[in-house]
């Protein structure tokens, strides 16, 4: 593999990764536009679904018929995706809430009122907003 062929995938990577970022940023408020962005993903990475059945047990296996390993991660990672908002509907999907955070998270919670990726990044904003109210007195 030479250095022009290592940066493509570096490139295909990175926009696999803010087409991911994309879909979580606007979950919530662009079901269409999200469910755009997917597909014409599936469509760049050429993914198709092919149900398989092995040992008693049936799933399902994302291919692509192309052997470049970021096109198998594009379907692997856009069909995981597109399950997770059939299944759970686009507002489950997030950004983490947190100053400085890109973190993202699928809100399993009962009253979904998650607003951050971790403990950590709520305890944070927790902090910070205590000492915000303790200089403002």
Request: include cysteine.
């Amino acid at each position: 593999m030479d250095a022009s062929d290592s940066l493509g995938r570096l490139t295909e990577a990175r926009a696999l990764r803010e087409t991911v970022h994309a879909v979580l940023e606007q979950a919530s408020t662009d079901a269409a536009g999200i469910a755009t962005l997917i597909n014409d993903g599936l469509r760049r990475s050429r993914a198709t679904p092919e149900l398989r059945h092995d040992h008693g047990r049936w799933w399902t296996e994302i291919i692509s018929d192309t052997d470049r390993c970021t096109a198998h991660l594009a379907a692997i990672t856009l069909s995981a995706l597109a399950s997770v908002i059939a299944t759970l509907g686009p507002a489950c999907l997030g950004v983490c809430a947190g100053q400085n955070c890109r973190g993202t998270f699928v809100d399993l919670s009962r009253n979904d009122s998650k607003q951050f990726c971790t403990r950590t990044c709520a305890h944070r904003a927790s902090v910070a907003a205590y000492r915000r109210r303790l200089s403002s007195r």
